[in-house]
């Protein structure tokens, strides 16, 4: 019983903190790699490792069988989450080129309103949400922790600035699409690592023709470590950190997996404070504490929707 708490914390740990890394890798290699060539890298890094995973472990053997027999009818919609991850991808990447990663990754969280709004869209079974008053709650402390975060910064009328918060909002905006495509379409008809690990291959095969049309891949003088910081980035923000949601998801729910993702920006933050020097104001840090607080609202109120269905 204790080896099974144990691996679920580690677990835990290790999801938050390997996702709470990336926005502050990508931000510590910008100025050495291209933003087309640090996407592609990292995906064929963790695409790798995923491949392997699945290979070796017979259930997953199983799923891949199963995904060759129904070859036809997954075209499309891994088509459609490659594109949707890949304009996911770019926007995520480029914004913590222009904005410090912790106040990057405190506005990402908006993908849990995006994801409410999109699966009322979608999903008619889920538009009773809106009407439900606590719902309604959760929206405003989202919206009233965005505005406070956005107050919290002095770049005013700054171009860059600016334009990496519109990214960070549509790279938010972008993987709630994947996630509605794959579950509208894909269901649970193949196993959501095997889905997103061919979903990633996708994204390789497609970024490739743009990456050597692009030019200059390596743009400054990277040493070993930032080569090795690129990589490894991409093992565990991207393949670490999806294989250990999905190791965690039947194990606590979505609920409690998706409520400890919440701690993410304070991880990214702390980091960023460190490494880069980032200043965390009392309204950042408010303004945060009511952002998330309400994106907590909305997941309680997704998962009691279900439990009642």
């Known amino acids: 019983m204790k080896a099974r708490v144990y691996a679920v ?5 290790g999801m938050v903190l390997f996702w709470g890394l990336t926005p502050v890798t990508i931000a510590y290699v910008k100025g050495d790699f291209s933003i087309l060539f640090q996407i592609w ?31 036809p009818r997954f075209v499309f919609p891994l088509i459609l989450a490659a594109i ?5 991808q770019v926007l995520y990447t480029y914004c913590f080129f222009l904005i410090t990663p912790g106040f990057g990754s405190l506005l990402y969280q908006t993908q ?25 709650a959760g929206i405003f402390l989202v919206l009233a922790g965005v505005v406070a975060v956005l107050l919290s910064r002095k770049q005013g009328i700054e171009f860059s600035f600016n334009v990496g918060i519109f990214m960070a ?20 008809s193949l196993h959501p690592l095997l889905a997103v690990t061919i979903v990633f291959t996708l994204v390789i095969i497609f ?8 030019g200059s891949w390596v743009i400054g003088t990277p040493g070993l470590a930032k080569w090795l910081i690129l990589i490894g980035s991409g093992l565990l923000g991207i ?37 880069f020097g980032e200043q965390i104001t009392f309204l950042q ?22 439990n009642d269905q």
């Not at 949707?84 to 996911?88: A, C, K, S």
């Not at 294989?243 to 980091?271: C, D, N, R």
């Open 9 to 13: 914390f580690f677990a835990l740990a």
């Open 41 to 71: 890298l990292r995906y064929l890094g963790s695409a790798t490792a995923l491949w392997i995973f699945l290979m070796v472990r017979k259930p997953h053997r199983v799923n891949i069988n199963h995904f060759r027999k129904g070859f």
């Open 84 to 88: 949707f991850t890949l304009l996911f």
């Open 112 to 136: 849990i309103l995006f994801s409410l709004f999109l699966g009322m869209l979608f999903f008619s079974a889920e538009r009773e949400l809106i009407g439900r008053p606590k719902t309604l």
């Open 169 to 188: 909002l549509g790279a938010a905006l972008a993987w709630c699409f994947v996630g509605i495509t794959l579950r509208k379409w894909i269901g649970s």
């Open 207 to 214: 970024l490739t023709p743009f990456l050597f049309l692009s």
């Open 239 to 275: 393949a670490g950190g999806q294989g250990l949601y999905y190791f965690l998801l039947p194990k606590l729910g979505l609920i409690a997996t998706s409520s400890v993702q919440l701690l993410i920006p304070f991880v990214t933050g702390v980091f960023s404070y460190f490494i």
């Open 285 to 306: 840090v408010l303004g945060g504490l009511v952002l998330l607080y309400g994106c907590r609202i909305i997941l309680v109120q997704k998962a009691k929707l279900v």
